[in-house]
């Protein structure tokens, strides 16, 4: 059983900086790549960050240079840390974790989503 867990979100004002998490765990035998999408009412779910497994990373138009994804693979854990966020940051944040557990079956996780607002 793999389990994803996320947490970090809250309310900020512009300017401010938040930190999420995300921990993985269980019979994990890779984690291939880690991610974090975003929601925002009315919009469809979109890419924020992601890191593969050997610390490539993607990071959307909209937040280079402001964001920044770390991968830990002790712990498979992944940070997204957030700064001089903006009102149009604000949306429900997910995390998404995407592997293989021991006996070599596929898992795309996702987690419960943290909502994040930006807001003065």
């Known amino acids: 059983q793999v389990q994803l867990v996320e947490s970090g979100g809250g309310l900020v004002q512009p300017g401010e900086s938040l930190r999420l998490s995300c921990a993985v765990s269980?019979?994990?035998?890779?984690?291939?790549?880690m991610g974090w999408y975003r929601q925002a009412p009315g919009k469809q779910r979109e890419l924020v960050a992601s890191?593969?497994?050997?610390?490539?990373?993607k990071y959307a138009d909209s937040v280079k240079g402001r964001f920044t994804i770390s991968r830990y693979n002790v712990g498979n854990t992944v940070y997204l840390q957030m700064n001089s966020l903006k009102p149009e940051d604000t949306a429900v944040y997910y995390c998404?974790?995407?592997?293989?557990?021991?006996?070599?079956?596929?898992?795309?996780?996702w987690g419960q989503g943290t909502l994040v607002t930006v807001s003065s």
């Open positions: 269980g019979s994990i035998f890779v984690i291939n790549s």
């Open positions: 998404n974790a995407v592997g293989s557990d021991y006996a070599l079956n596929a898992f795309d996780l």
């Open positions: 890191v593969t497994s050997i610390g490539d990373t």
